[in-house]
């Protein structure tokens, strides 16, 4: 066992790795260490030869789909390509997403691509089309917290998005394509359970367990299921597809009992493919794949009547996951299912008489909730205080009551089993608003040098041990738990220009004070929330919001909903208009812990366009200082420079307008002086910030720039000295490097 054991982390250990070893080199080892399988004595060898047989092969996995990203050459050209669209497309604010699998394209397009119409029109799964599509590498937001998406992309196989242009053209079906008949199936399932059930919440619950499909569910429900800790009730989990199979089995067992002539083997192998079925309709993701993979094992086990532990069959299922696909080590998903599976099992290792009954489900349910709390906080920074209570109520509602319903109204195409499918999930939702209203628990980022004491007294709990083991157990857990995120120093200002894509929002911090200039577009929970609760903000005391463009304000209002503001101050009126502010005027000071604000723009009564009105801040430390100066125009930085002077001289300059062509002029950059520049954009944005001409006349001025699009969040520390580092700079595992836009051309400090 210990074998597979090693093949796995050789596996794991590749994704960490910022270069690819040579895989060839790998078996080279192998060989040399080869009559280490006939040697007893020599297992620190063996091992050796088993982790280089895992490295070796994730290593010439990875290299395979390096080779495959998409050609430098072709980023936003317009290509015609040919494939067939792969799952169920999803409906959104900005367009329909959908995954395509390219048959013919242009060398150097990558075989599957996430690609969005904007024109809203209707893509049946499984259908077959031409397309002109513009692509470019995946991206996403690099914060010090928050959703991953290069990550992500990496991990789906995905390695280039895209828009699609309006012409298209329908190919014939390929009647050999299995895939798209099963994602065919899965389609004609959704539109019959929501012509039935109706729009909302209730509906998109019930697609969810019917074929996984949980595209449906909108944003703030998946806040309140994580506030609950449920997130995993309202996914085709091991737990709804190991039900399927025990309900089957044990419907096999009761027709042998009756009398029919049933070979004792088929009721375990009915259950099994039945629940490899609802595997393959719910998708077949990570958690669906681990649970078929361990239902086989032991089905295997019991044919062959072989006696295989818990762990064994664990451990196998995690190697085949490993085996079919190693990048799956990517997910999150990946680990907490078999992070608290295997909490489950480990409570069971080594005992004579296991507790029964009720005794035995609240050891399981504490098993999983000490297992869960490390990997939460770490991950996101939060962890559900009721999370034990919301799964010792929803999973067996959900479980035993409505997954069964809800695959029963699958398999019979009866309108009044819909209506109570819907009813059921109705109720689930009263009951997960009622427990998110209590509070999570909340971390700020915790440094990996308190992980590994955690992890050690994270298994000490999960084992059967005695309570002296226990109790230094909790010891072990009380640095994680009791740890608090540093702060400046009083004098100094801790500035981060967050990466929140073609947008804006900086977060200010000082010894005893937290504060926000702008908040990006989309919804707060993306990026800000995640950030505020890494960085340690119990409440923000100010927030700024220059004016009123949605790259600036957009995410205010859902901010506001979710995080205390004891301030609001707005250069518009229209910006968080539901909520009471201020005016952001100019003369507006005040001091926090050594470090000066000053508002400079806009004066009282001034009137112009959005971006001529926009708040413009001065933050100032006894020896730096950093300007912030929104979307302000030429015309308000030449305002500036008459009105302020040499008084503007600031260490950073955030520029304005993204870095458009419209700001930082060289009478403004020359009046400023920065030693920094800061751009704010999103990657290959359409409005091309930062403007070439921008750049250099930032380089012509011998002014190094560094921009959110290329190295992330920017994070600055103005005191005695000026410290900047930024979200990609320092390790990248090669996965993220191969992702990074090459640099090598900016001016660096």
Known sequence: MFRLAFLCAGIVLCALLPALPPWFLLPALALMLWPCWWGRRQGWRCALLWLALGLSYASWRADTRLAQQLDPALHGQRLTISGVVRGLPAPGEYGVRLRFEVDKAPPGTPPLLALNDYSKRDWPAGSRWQLQVRLRPPRGAANVAGFDAERWYWSEGVLATGSIAKGRQVLPPDKTDVLAWI??????????????????????????????????????????????????VVS??????????????????????????????????????????????????????RTVWMLLVAVLGLSLRRSLSGLQVWLAALTVVLLLDPFAVLAVGFWLSFLLVGALV????????????????????????????LPLLYLFGSFPVLSPLANALGIPYVSMLLTPLVLLCVVLPVDALVWLAGQLAGGFWLGVDWLAQWPPYT??????????AALLGSLMLVLPLGLAWQTLACTALLP?????????????????????????????????????????????????LPVLRARGVQQLNVLWLSHNDNDHDG?????????????????????????????????????????????????????????????????ATPTRALLLSGDAPQAVEDELVTRYGAQLRSDV?????????????????????????????????????????????????????????????????????????????????YWAGSRVVATTTLPQP
């Not at 259950?271 to 309709?281: C, E, F, K, Q």
């Not at 480990?346 to 008489?353: D, F, M, S, V």
């Not at 050891?363 to 709390?373: E, I, L, P």
């Not at 751009?679 to 012509?700: D, Q, W």
Request: net charge positive; proline share 6%; hydrophobic share 45%.
């Open 346 to 373: 480990a409570g069971e290792t080594g005992l004579r008489q296991p507790a029964s009954g009720w005794l035995r489900a609240l050891k399981a349910q504490w098993r999983v909730t000490v297992a869960s709390v």
């Open 183 to 232: 994602d065919h199936q899965r389609q004609a399932i959704v539109h019959r359970l929501q012509a039935t059930a109706g729009p909302g919440r209730d509906s998109a619950l019930v697609v969810a367990l019917a074929v996984g499909a949980q595209q449906w569910l909108t944003r703030s429900e998946w806040t309140t299921l994580a506030a609950t800790g449920l997130t995993h």
């Open 555 to 619: 995410a205010a209002d859902s901010l506001l909903r979710q995080w205390p503001v004891r301030l609001l101050y707005r250069g518009q009126e229209a910006s968080a208009a539901d909520w009471r502010g201020q005016p952001c005027v100019a003369g507006q000071s005040w001091a926090w812990d050594g470090v000066r604000f000053d508002v400079l723009a806009p004066r009282l009564g001034a009137q112009g366009e959005d971006n001529a009105l926009s708040c413009v801040l001065r933050v």
């Open 443 to 452: 971390r700020p980022q915790l440094p990996w040098q308190l992980l590994p």
């Open 480 to 528: 994680v738990l009791l740890y608090r995120a540093p702060r400046p120093p009083p004098g100094e200002l801790w500035a981060e220009v967050l990466d929140v894509g073609q947008g804006l929002s900086v977060l200010l911090q000082t010894a005893k004070h937290d504060a926000l200039f702008d908040t990006g577009a989309g919804d707060a929970s993306r990026v800000l």
């Open 236 to 289: 085709v989990s091991g737990l709804h597809i190991s039900l399927i199979a025990v309900l089957i089995a044990w419907l096999g067992h009761g027709l042998r009992r009756l009398g029919l002539p049933l070979p004792a083997w088929l009721p375990r192998w009915a259950g099994m493919l039945a629940a490899l079925a609802y595997a393959v309709l719910a998708g077949f993701s990570v958690p669906t794949q």
């Open 653 to 733: 300059l955030v520029l304005g307008h993204h870095g458009s062509r419209t700001s930082s002029s060289a009478i403004w950059l020359a009046s400023v002086q920065p030693r920094y520049a800061v751009a704010s954009a999103g990657f290959m944005n359409r409005y091309r910030h930062p403007h070439a001409e921008v750049v250099a006349r930032l380089a012509a001025a011998g002014i190094p720039l560094w921009r959110s699009d290329w190295h992330g969040a920017v994070r600055l520390q103005l005191g005695q000295r000026l410290a900047l580092q930024t979200s990609r700079s320092g390790w990248q595992p």
